[in-house]
């Protein structure tokens, strides 16, 4: 999140926030993070005695099962989004998220 704050010149107190407002977590978004990365499966939990550490397993997925490629979604509003390549629950998250920061409902 630091780097994002950087980047978009503010805080972390103020993109926290800002986030919360919107009814979503530093916590939230840092999980949302690690299970795009992984293919949409959630870290294992440690095996050993301290907690410090978590360790992750990936699914093994199939190319075509991990990623979606070419993808152009246009909304009602005339909003036209076109995405190279993304996991699919990366896409359902991103139209979740626009739907709920723009009011534009979207049927998947």
């Avoid at 840092?30 to 949409?40: E, N």
């Avoid at 939990?45 to 070419?70: H, V, Y």
């Amino acid at each position: 999140l630091a780097d994002v704050c950087r980047d978009q010149h503010t805080t972390f107190g103020g993109m926290s926030s800002w986030m919360s407002r919107r009814g979503y977590s530093v916590k939230q978004a840092k999980a949302d993070v690690v299970r795009d990365y992984y293919g949409g499966v959630e870290p294992s939990q440690p095996t050993t005695s301290s907690p410090s550490f978590t360790q992750i397993a990936p699914a093994m997925l199939s190319e075509e099962e991990f990623s979606l490629a070419g993808i152009t979604i246009t909304f009602n509003s005339g909003t036209t989004i076109s995405v190279k390549r993304a996991t699919p629950g990366g896409v359902i998250k991103m139209l979740r998220d626009y739907e709920r920061t723009e009011g534009d409902l979207c049927i998947l």
